[in-house]
């Protein structure tokens, strides 16, 4: 209903159309939440791991099963909007030409994100977080930053790329 009356105005008054490179072109982006996301996973599948086969579940036991899936699920849609959000917003001409391996990067973190959310696999889960890690690192470098890895300090306790800010 809006949408029409919108419309109508615009038939009538002609409203000069408007466009932006992104949703709301705020310059604020950041690969960090892509990299918890996969933190998350790897930690979901740690934890599905403790899980032993073919034991019959208790009721509580399916619903911490179906909790820590349904985690794992969610972080890895979140991994594939943010990388997609700084792929689309953020890179233009010059950072494809610095980086040509942008794009097979960001289509085979999609791929193993989609991996990692279809098997409950640690090692699927850490190669997504190289990828994701490839990733950030090649942002901060766009962004003019120095990068550096260090584990974070909780589960899963994995290797993440951090920007050197000085």
Known sequence: MFYNFINKLDEKFHFSTVSAHCDIPCKIYDPIKAQVAVLTMIRMVDLLDEFKDNTPFSAKEQAKFSRLVNQKESHGKQVKDEITVIWGDFIK??????????????????????????????????????????FAEIFWQCKGYETYMAVCPYPPEQAIVYPVLT
């Not at 942008?102 to 973190?109: E, F, N, Y």
């Not at 999609?110 to 997504?128: E, F, G, P, R």
């Open 93 to 134: 001409r010059p950072q494809l030409e610095k980086f040509p391996e942008i794009h097979s990067l960001v289509h085979s973190i999609m791929l193993t994100a989609s991996s990692a959310k279809q098997h409950i696999n640690k090692d699927i889960t850490l190669d997504l977080l190289n990828k994701v890690n490839r």
